[in-house]
Each structure stands twice: as C-alpha cells, then as structure tokens.
C-alpha cells in the first residue's frame, strides 16, 4: 500500500510514507462507481462526449471550460462537475468506505461530514487535477467501469503500523478491487497539501502502465547503478539503521558531482515506486509552484534518463490525441 505521511512522523517498513519536505535535502522542511449526473445540475459535456465511446479517450474528450468551479456551487455541485470533467469518482462524508486493505497492509478510516471543509478540499482537488493532459483522469482508470476514486476522509490510522501518521495514500492490490486515492482532510479543516495528490497520482499512473504491460522492473533497474537494490524498509529496524542524509547516489549539496546522482533523495530509494513518484512529482510541483523541491536534479544525467524513460512509456500507454499540454515534460524542458 502506497502512501503519504507529515515530515514529523517515522518511517516505518511497508508504509512506504512521504512528505515532501522530508525528502528534499536542498529545502527549508518549514516551507514546506461511474456516476450519474442529475439532471438538474447544469453541467454540460462536450459533443464529442456525448458521442458512443471508442475508448477511455474517446470517452474523456470533454470540454473543461463547461465545468468552471464557482464559490457559488453547492456541494453536490461541485462534486459532480469535477466528476465529469475528470471522469473520477468522488467519495465524501458518511458515504465513504471506512477500512482498506491489501496484501500488506490494513488501514481505517474517519468519516469526516463538515460540509464547508469538504467544498474547500473540492475545490482544491480541481486546481490540482486541472494541471493534468485533456483526457489523463479518465484514462487512468482501469477499465470504462472503473474510475479511480477519490475518498476524502477523516484521520487515517494504520493497524499494521499504528506509529504511522497518513496523509494519504493508495494500492493495486485492494482486498475489492477498488482503483483509489484516499486524502485525510480534516486534519486541516479542508486544506490539504496538493503535492500529496501529485504524488499519489504517479503511483496510479504506475499501476496503470503495469496493467498494460509496461513500466517493467527489469527495464527499470537498467537506469540504477550497477549492482544497486532497493532498501525495500522491510523493517522498523532497517529504516531506523539507514542514515538518509548521508544516502549514496543521491543530490548532496547544488555543487555536488552530478554524474553520481541516481536518486531525487534517499527516501527514493524505498522501490521503484517510490523512485518514480518522487522524481516525478519534483516536475508536477514545479508545474504549479514554478519551485523545485530538489534543485538542479533535472540536469543529472541518470535522472534525465529515468525521467526520459517515464515520458516513453507514459506515451505508449496513453492516448496523447488531445493533450495540449504535459507538465511533467513541460517542466522538465524548463529544469534540464
């Protein structure tokens, strides 16, 4: 089970946690079910929506200026606007599935009901979905019948590591077959933090090339230095033994020599997983923030070549028809 925890917290074996200041080395950690629409509400999907799917993007050529978010929007509203325009499915209040499980992990969950915090939680859902390729959300899900859903929640505990403190996380080993992402957004009364969603969201993309017959670990390994194997956190006392501010082949300080550098930062030594979703999401922050949690590792060659490999593999699995744009490679042209 792939997740999220706050800086303050341990890293624990199987969490497979991150905050996004606890991976930088360079930065300050302070700064740091298909759904029918009702009829009722105005949300209007293109012409070529409307027309018989050929597809997942067939299905996802919508317009995204029909579902502008207004303050005026009542909750269902902007539930099901951001439901058409990205073709996920989003889950809240008394509503949500309270208990996760995988082939490694269980996890609980609150439910969480103010209604003033979770249209803040919505609205912050869109500003960061909105960055992503025209089509993206709805092809990532799995089958035309599957979208990835989208639970906002109350405080997520874990049972297997209770010490772990969760912002969010997600699996492709879900005990009901769900494709998900789950955000605790109680804990700030409504606010979350969007690289969390970034982050998550690579994973997903992970999980959906995989089911394509892509992203292949062994093709992946021939980009890590000779002979390297992922930590793996297995256990408490591994991670606690691991010195991460000293880890090899990772950025040291901005001087540093670049041709060593495999890593965005030690904590990207967990998996493969956790490689990808923290190279990628240094590119999605920067797409939103125009900062780099991690200066200057876009000009590291082996990460050029992880970077390079991510964008070749998206392009197969993906159709690209109508992306008019693709921030992790916009941002990377910018960075290299």
């Not at 579902?67 to 949500?96: F, M, N, P, R, W």
């Not at 922050?285 to 200057?296: K, L």
């Not at 490999?309 to 960075?335: A, C, H, M």
């Amino acid at each position: 089970m792939i997740k999220i925890k706050n800086a303050a917290s341990l890293f624990l074996s199987g969490a497979l946690a991150l905050s996004i200041a606890s991976c930088s080395i360079n930065s300050d950690p302070a700064d740091t079910t298909n759904k029918i629409v009702n009829a009722s509400v105005s949300v209007g999907l293109s012409s070529e929506a409307k027309k018989p799917s050929n597809g997942l993007s067939q299905l996802a050529a919508v317009n995204y200026a029909d579902h502008e978010l207004s303050e005026a929007d009542d909750l269902k509203t902007l539930e099901q606007k951001i439901e058409t325009k990205y073709g996920v499915d989003i889950v809240y209040g008394g509503d949500i599935r309270t208990e996760f499980s995988d082939e490694s992990e269980q996890l609980v969950v609150e439910k969480y009901t103010d209604e003033a915090n979770i249209k803040k939680a919505l609205i912050t859902v869109d500003s960061v979905l909105k960055i992503y390729p025209k089509t993206f959300l709805y092809q990532l899900r799995l089958s035309e019948d599957n979208p990835v859903k989208i639970y906002l929640t109350g405080h997520i505990k874990s049972l297997t590591y209770p010490d772990a403190s969760i912002n969010a996380f997600t699996s492709d080993t879900d005990s009901k077959g769900e494709f998900y992402l789950v955000i605790d957004i109680a804990s700030q009364n409504g606010i979350f933090n969007p690289p969390d969603i970034m982050h998550e969201i690579v994973h997903l993309t992970d999980f959906k090339l995989r089911s394509k017959g892509l992203m292949k670990s062994e093709d992946w390994a021939k980009l890590n230095p000779e002979g390297f194997s992922y930590l793996g956190l297995t256990n408490k006392n591994s991670v606690e033994k691991y010195n991460f501010a000293q880890a090899e082949y990772c950025p040291r300080t901005d001087d540093s020599d670049i041709s060593g550098v495999y890593f965005v930062c030690p904590y990207s030594q967990a998996n493969e997983f956790e490689d990808r979703a923290t190279l990628l999401t240094n590119a999605m922050i920067h797409s939103i923030y125009n900062y780099e949690v991690e200066p200057g590792v876009y000009k590291c060659p082996h990460l050029q070549a992880k970077m390079e490999f991510w964008f070749s593999q998206v392009r197969k699995g993906f159709d690209t028809t109508y992306w008019e744009n693709i921030p992790w490679e916009d941002s990377y042209s910018k960075l290299k």
